[in-house]
Nanobody, 124 residues
Framework: QVQLVESGGGLVQAGGSLRLSCAAS????????LGWFRQAPGKEREFVAA?????????YYTDSVKGRFTISRDNARNSVYLQMSSLKPEDTAAYYC????????????????WGQGTQVTVSS
């Protein structure tokens, strides 16, 4: 009964910040690599950020968010976060967290478990 529940999406002005949260249950959290993906209408699902299992020593970001977004994990809270700063209209999308028994991955199909998505809309 693995479940990922996302929160924190909303409407924000360009240049603003949001923090997305994803709370996991039904899994041994430290054993799972985690990722964030996003999908805008009419576009393919896109990798955003990933963090390695256990202590999260390894992180990856897509070039378009590097320096603006930060992925982190809190194993004590079974949660992964995406801190988003300097938001741009092109960041507008549904954001999904994902988990898998892997070290770290930037490939959506590697992740068997997904959250329901949370909408982020950035206005100009």
């Amino acid at each position: 009964q693995v479940q990922l529940v996302e929160s924190g999406g909303g409407l924000v002005q360009a240049g603003g910040s949001l923090r997305l949260s994803c709370a996991a249950s039904g899994l041994t959290f430290s054993n799972y690599g985690l990722g964030w993906f996003r999908q805008a209408p009419g576009k393919e699902r896109e990798f955003v950020a990933a963090i390695s299992r256990s202590g999260g020593a390894t992180t990856y970001y897509t070039d378009s968010v590097k320096g603006r977004f930060t992925i982190s994990r809190d194993n004590a809270r079974n949660s992964v976060y995406l801190q988003m700063s300097s938001l741009k209209p092109e960041d507008t999308a549904a954001y999904y967290c994902a988990a898998g028994r892997l070290i770290v991955s930037r490939v959506a199909s590697d992740y068997p478990y997904w959250g329901q998505g949370t909408q982020v809309t950035v206005s100009s």
